[in-house]
């Protein structure tokens, strides 16, 4: 079998049978619980799901990068360590400047 096949008849207990149409000697209260039915039903969404677009820069950063399985992550942290790094050393550097004329 094939998936199509396989998904069809796991998926077929799953379905209701035909609920539009309804028998003749149903009560009121089955009759209550079959509009019941038929509204669930008549509210689940239809179609492929819809993937939520992300709308925060973490969201997007995440699904540019980490999703696609992209490396560029690993060098933007060693770029900000460095970056950081070096406005520390700076900063210090030019207090040490500050103290002596020269070196």
């Keep these: 079998m094939n998936f199509i096949q396989v998904r ?9 049978p035909a609920l539009s149409v309804k028998q003749a000697g ?3 209260i089955q009759g209550a619980r079959f ?3 038929v509204d669930f ?16 820069l973490a ?5 540019k990068y980490f999703e696609t399985g992209s490396a560029a992550p690993i060098l933007h942290v ?4 460095g970056l950081v790094g070096y406005t520390i050393d ?3 550097h030019l207090k040490h ?4 004329k020269h070196h």
Aim: proline share 11%; glycine share 4%; charged share 25%.
């Design 90 to 92: 700076y900063n210090l």
């Design 97 to 100: 400047h500050k103290s002596k």
């Design 35 to 37: 509009a019941k039915l």
């Design 78 to 81: 060693i770029l900000a360590l």
């Design 26 to 28: 149903t009560s009121a």
């Design 8 to 16: 069809r008849f796991s998926t077929k207990s799953l379905i209701p």
């Design 41 to 56: 039903y008549q509210k689940i969404p239809k179609g492929p799901r819809v993937d939520p677009v992300p709308t925060s």
């Design 59 to 63: 969201g997007k950063y995440k699904a």
